[in-house]
């Protein structure tokens, strides 16, 4: 068994992993950032970088060089419900550099973060390397192990961060269940070309059902609702129902819809929203989707593991530079900085937009908007305000601590 030796094991590199292996290893913490996967190729993960997140990166000085990579710009999000168009949510007044939501796939985030991550001497990220097993001593977690392509290997650390997602292996050998909220919806996913000149709200909810579509340049990205459980009932109606479920969510798409020929081509996603009571024990910490997987309203996930990872940094770092154990009351002020915006964020997510969500497979025609809606329409400034919750989030984390 190889045994590697460091201040900090990060398990999982995604958005929140990677984010706070990066600021730990600058602020000259050393940081091992273990990653079951080869690579961050995975199709249909959260795509959205926020303002809150654009932000950060131009606190660390990477902005023009991140806007080079290949993005398309949302400065609002508009609705149509049965038929009415609104804006429901206006990031262009947002006090931040870039007021605008740049939808990026995920891979090409983390790249760019594993990239500049690799400039600090402290880090080091190794791909193929599953973490299977948390290491404890004394009542204390010391470190993992993990199946690497060159064998096994047992990583010792002062601090092991747990940010494996929503599925969370270090969650489970921690003994830990988190509190589970109702889903208020499942999600399926599927692509359908773009052509010049289409133009599709990003949100409609009327005849058809529910459907979210993200405009990736050559085609758009479709997040379609349905009532939790109802999928087996989706594919034994058959395909062409679904051709026309789509068709009619969105007519100027009903000529291609036939291209999802084979329901290999449509992902179905479980909605999961569930919070840990408690983020820690001694020697570990939970973040990102390990500490609280949001539902999908808002494409706030990527966002919230991200700030819970500068959170981390802020508090954190300098009690990891100091050397030694990391104490629980340590550990508490990140769950104490960071639980209270997942937690407003998931009420947002289930209890306010309630109304939104698909209630009826067979009648999900949606013929008016929630009284709400009215509102929105007449009040830019509620308009304003929703941007600034979605764009921001409730506790906007910044980059407080300089390059060591
Ligand atoms: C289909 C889909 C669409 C989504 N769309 C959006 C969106 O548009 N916007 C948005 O903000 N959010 C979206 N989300 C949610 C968002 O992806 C998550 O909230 C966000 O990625 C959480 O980041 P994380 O780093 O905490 O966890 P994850 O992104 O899940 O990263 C966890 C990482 O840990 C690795 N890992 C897991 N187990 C182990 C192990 N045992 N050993 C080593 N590595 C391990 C995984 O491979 C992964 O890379 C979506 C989620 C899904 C599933």
Same mark, same amino acid.
């Given at each position: 068994?190889?045994?590697?030796?460091? !201040?900090?094991?990060?398990?999982?590199?995604?958005?929140?992993?990677?984010?706070?292996?990066?600021?730990?290893?600058?602020?000259?913490?050393?940081?091992?950032?273990?990653? $079951?996967?080869?690579?961050?190729?995975?199709?249909?993960?959260?795509?959205?970088?926020?303002?809150?997140?654009?932000?950060?990166?131009?606190?660390?000085?990477?902005?023009?060089?991140?806007?080079?990579?290949?993005?398309? $710009?949302?400065?609002?999000?508009?609705?149509?419900?049965?038929?009415?168009?609104?804006?429901?949510?206006?990031?262009?007044?947002?006090?931040? !550099?870039?007021?605008?939501?740049?939808?990026?796939?995920?891979? %090409?985030?983390?790249?760019?973060?594993?990239?500049?991550?690799?400039?600090?001497?402290?880090?080091?990220?190794?791909?193929?390397?599953?973490?299977?097993?948390?290491?404890?001593?004394?009542?204390?977690?010391?470190?993992?192990?993990?199946?690497?392509?060159?064998?096994?290997?047992?990583? !010792?650390?002062?601090?092991?961060?747990?940010?494996?997602?929503?599925?969370?292996?270090?969650?489970?050998?921690?003994?830990?269940?988190?509190?589970?909220?109702?889903?208020?919806?499942?999600?399926?996913?599927?692509?359908?070309?773009?052509?010049?000149?289409?133009?599709?709200?990003?949100?409609?909810?009327?005849?058809?059902?529910?459907?979210?579509?993200? %405009?990736?340049?050559?085609?758009?990205?479709?997040?379609?609702?349905?009532?939790?459980?109802?999928?087996?009932?989706?594919?034994?109606?058959?395909?062409?129902?679904?051709?026309?479920?789509?068709?009619?969510?969105?007519?100027?798409?009903?000529?291609?819809?036939?291209?999802?020929?084979?329901?290999?081509?449509?992902?179905?996603?479980?909605?999961?929203? %569930?919070?840990?009571?408690?983020?820690?024990?001694?020697?570990?910490?939970?973040?990102?989707?390990?500490?609280?997987?949001?539902?999908?309203?808002?494409?706030?996930?990527?966002?919230?593991?991200?700030?819970?990872?500068?959170?981390?940094?802020?508090?954190?770092?300098?009690?990891?530079?100091?050397?030694?154990?990391?104490?629980?009351?340590?550990?508490?002020?990140?769950?104490?900085?960071?639980?209270?915006?997942? $937690?407003?964020?998931?009420?947002?997510?289930?209890?306010?937009?309630?109304?939104?969500?698909? $209630?009826?497979?067979?009648?999900?025609?949606?013929?008016?908007?929630?009284?709400?809606?009215?509102?929105?329409?007449?009040?830019?400034?509620?308009?304003?305000?929703?941007?600034?919750?979605?764009?921001?989030?409730?506790?906007?984390?910044?980059?407080?601590?300089?390059?060591?």
């Amino acid at each position: 068994m190889r045994v590697e030796r460091t !201040r900090c094991c990060v398990v999982g590199g995604g958005p929140a992993g990677m984010m706070a292996g990066l600021l730990l290893a600058r602020q000259g913490c050393e940081v091992i950032v273990l990653e $079951k996967h080869a690579d961050f190729l995975r199709d249909f993960r959260g795509d959205t970088v926020h303002p809150s997140t654009l932000e950060l990166i131009a606190e660390l000085g990477w902005i023009e060089e991140f806007l080079q990579l290949p993005h398309a $710009k949302m400065r609002e999000v508009t609705v149509s419900i049965g038929g009415r168009q609104i804006t429901f949510a206006d990031f262009r007044r947002l006090p931040a !550099r870039c007021p605008y939501i740049a939808f990026m796939p995920q891979w %090409d985030f983390l790249d760019f973060l594993a990239n500049k991550a690799a400039g600090y001497a402290g880090f080091r990220l190794m791909r193929d390397a599953r973490m299977t097993e948390l290491i404890a001593e004394g009542g204390r977690t010391v470190g993992v192990r993990a199946t690497t392509t060159q064998g096994p290997l047992e990583v !010792r650390a002062d601090l092991v961060i747990a940010a494996d997602g929503r599925h969370s292996t270090a969650r489970e050998q921690a003994g830990l269940e988190p509190a589970r909220s109702a889903p208020p919806m499942d999600v399926l996913w599927f692509r359908l070309p773009r052509r010049q000149g289409d133009q599709v709200p990003f949100f409609q909810n009327g005849r058809g059902g529910v459907l979210i579509s993200i %405009d990736r340049g050559d085609y758009f990205q479709h997040a379609y609702a349905i009532p939790v459980g109802d999928y087996p009932k989706l594919r034994e109606a058959g395909l062409p129902a679904f051709h026309e479920r789509i068709g009619a969510a969105a007519p100027a798409l009903a000529d291609r819809v036939t291209l999802i020929d084979d329901w290999e081509k449509v992902h179905d996603l479980t909605v999961r929203v %569930d919070r840990l009571s408690r983020w820690h024990r001694p020697g570990l910490l939970f973040i990102g989707d390990a500490a609280h997987a949001m539902a999908p309203a808002g494409g706030v996930g990527i966002n919230l593991a991200v700030q819970d990872a500068v959170a981390t940094a802020n508090l954190l770092a300098p009690v990891l530079r100091r050397g030694g154990e990391v104490s629980e009351n340590e550990l508490a002020k990140v769950q104490a900085r960071r639980e209270w915006p997942a $937690k407003v964020t998931q009420a947002f997510q289930v209890r306010v937009l309630r109304g939104l969500y698909p $209630k009826d497979l067979i009648d999900d025609t949606a013929d008016h908007a929630p009284l709400v809606f009215d509102a929105f329409r007449a009040l830019p400034p509620l308009r304003h305000a929703m941007g600034r919750f979605i764009g921001l989030g409730a506790r906007p984390e910044h980059i407080t601590q300089p390059l060591a």
